[in-house]
């Protein structure tokens, strides 16, 4: 079973920059397409962006599309998610998730959470 590491997050100020990595485990992370996600304080977890199995195809939800941009590395079996011009509502903790299937843009299509990383914007 793949297992997911997320890291990279933290503190930055509003209008600031963060890039968040995914490691995963096992060989087998090319057959994946990859999502992240996230969960604020009091809020359902979020679909934010997903990548295809090559990279090729990507998906971003509304609130964040041209401020995130989602990338992978298979031969590194890492896939990222660049912030920019990060705003206090973008405060959360961010997962990724990987979707068996291959579609990117339907929250249950994703599985195999990893822990999390805490990203906190002030303002």
């Known amino acids: 079973q793949v297992q997911l590491v997320e890291s990279g997050g933290g503190l930055v100020q509003a209008g600031g920059s963060l890039r968040l990595s995914c490691a995963a485990s096992?060989?087998?992370?090319?057959?994946?397409?990859m999502g992240w996600f996230r969960q604020a304080p009091g809020k359902e977890r979020e679909l934010l962006a997903g990548?295809?199995?090559?990279?090729?195809?990507?998906y971003y939800t509304d609130s964040v599309k041209g401020r995130f941009t989602i990338s992978r590395d298979n031969a590194k079996n890492t896939v990222y998610l660049q912030m920019s011009s990060l705003k206090p509502e973008d405060t959360a903790v961010y997962y990724c998730?990987?979707?068996?299937?291959?579609?990117?843009?339907?929250?249950?299509?994703?599985?195999?959470w990893g822990q999390g990383t805490q990203v906190t914007v002030s303002s």
């Open positions: 990548i295809s199995r090559s990279g090729g195809t990507t």
């Open positions: 096992g060989r087998t992370f090319s057959s994946y397409a």
């Open positions: 998730a990987l979707s068996v299937t291959g579609r990117l843009t339907f929250h249950y299509e994703y599985s195999n």
